[in-house]
Nanobody, 123 residues
Framework: QVQLVESGGGLVQAGGSLRLSCAAS????????MGWFRQAPGQEREFVAA????????LATDSFKNRFTISRDNAKNTVYLQMNDLKPEDTAVYYC????????????????WGQGTQVTVSS
């Protein structure tokens, strides 16, 4: 069983930055695909970014590409989401996710979820 624990959420003004961290248990973290999802109030959970076992990353949409960066440190069993130029519409609960698939091919790649961390962006 893999446990994922997020941290780094909080309240930030528009244009600000946050870095989310997700610490994972388990000895095979380096072989896992990892990702971040988010869920805003009244909306469905949506994919934000994923990173394969080899460090190749995928971002959900072009609106994230110049603002969000996903990375991983296998020595620390940790995955990060650096978020810059935050906008009020980025307000959501952000969830760390992981799976034993080496490559992200959609939500079917995900077996494990963190409890979520709240990100609130004020205008």
């Amino acid at each position: 069983q893999v446990q994922l624990v997020e941290s780094g959420g909080g309240l930030v003004q528009a244009g600000g930055s946050l870095r989310l961290s997700c610490a994972a248990s388990g000895r095979t973290f380096s072989a896992y695909t990892m990702g971040w999802f988010r869920q805003a109030p009244g909306q469905e959970r949506e994919f934000v970014a994923a990173i394969n076992w080899n460090g190749i990353s995928t971002l959900a949409t072009d609106s994230f590409k110049n603002r969000f960066t996903i990375s991983r440190d296998n020595a620390k069993n940790t995955v990060y989401l650096q978020m810059n130029d935050l906008k009020p519409e980025d307000t959501a609960v952000y969830y760390c996710a992981g799976g034993s698939s080496r490559y992200y091919v959609g939500t079917a790649s995900i077996q494990y979820w963190g409890q979520g961390t709240q990100v609130t962006v004020s205008s």
